[in-house]
């Protein structure tokens, strides 16, 4: 598992010191973009929370990750959760409330009482072992199943060549055509470290599965 770094808290985001012209200017627009997106996570936010901060993270290998937190009403339990650009960027584009949108994490996550922070990321191949076999996994089949019930689901880990371990979620009645959406287990760990609910993304593929099938 990758870590992330900080690059910024209040995102006085700077262009690397390229020597090609070009590189500079794609560096000043990037810039622009975080700074940006972050004015806007944090506007948004504003509408529905008094106290919120955010912070833009470098991760190596899906770039740019914001992370907000806010506090509830007491002003003193925190409750955190990160965002990835292309997800922001597309959120503002559609028109789709995105104030609403961002809002609702930090909604779902205040039903947790006492705060909830980003959770550590795992020390070492057993404890990333121990979050994949004891949470990550009892949770996605859980979610995937309840989610479609009583329909009989398959859901459990799986490999595919290019992308490694993966889990797997996918409908055995459809027997023509793609019927399992696999995402990979480096991508569900990224979403639980970011207080993100990871089955949503099976969820989600599963979905536009029975959507491509005309079942929805």
């Known amino acids: 598992m990758q870590t992330m770094s900080k690059e910024t808290t209040e995102p006085e985001i700077t262009a690397s010191g390229a020597n090609n012209q ?58 955190a959760c990160g965002f990835f650009l292309k997800e922001l960027v597309a959120r503002f584009q559609s028109g789709k409330d995105p104030a609403q949108w961002l809002s609702s994490f930090y909604f779902e996550l205040m039903k947790t009482e006492g705060g909830k922070p980003l959770p550590n990321p795992p020390a070492g191949e057993e404890e990333t072992k121990a979050l994949i076999d004891k949470t990550l996994v009892p949770h996605c089949i859980e979610a995937v199943r309840g989610e479609f019930a009583p329909e009989q689901v398959h859901a459990g880990l799986g490999f595919v060549p290019e992308n490694g371990p993966v889990f797997e979620a996918g409908f055995p009645a459809i027997r023509d055509g793609n019927n399992v959406c696999a995402v990979p287990l480096h991508i569900l760990i990224t979403h639980h470290l970011l207080n993100r609910d990871p089955a949503d993304i099976l969820i989600e593929g599963m979905y536009n599965i029975r959507e491509q099938h005309g079942l929805d």
Request: charged fraction near 20%.
């Open 22 to 79: 070009t590189t500079d200017n794609s560096n000043e627009k990037m810039v622009d973009l975080l700074k940006a997106v972050y004015h806007n996570c944090m506007t948004a936010l504003k509408m529905f929370f008094d106290d919120v901060s955010g912070q833009v993270l470098n991760q190596e290998r899906y770039g740019p990750i914001f992370v907000f937190q806010v506090k509830d009403a007491s002003s003193s339990n925190v409750y």
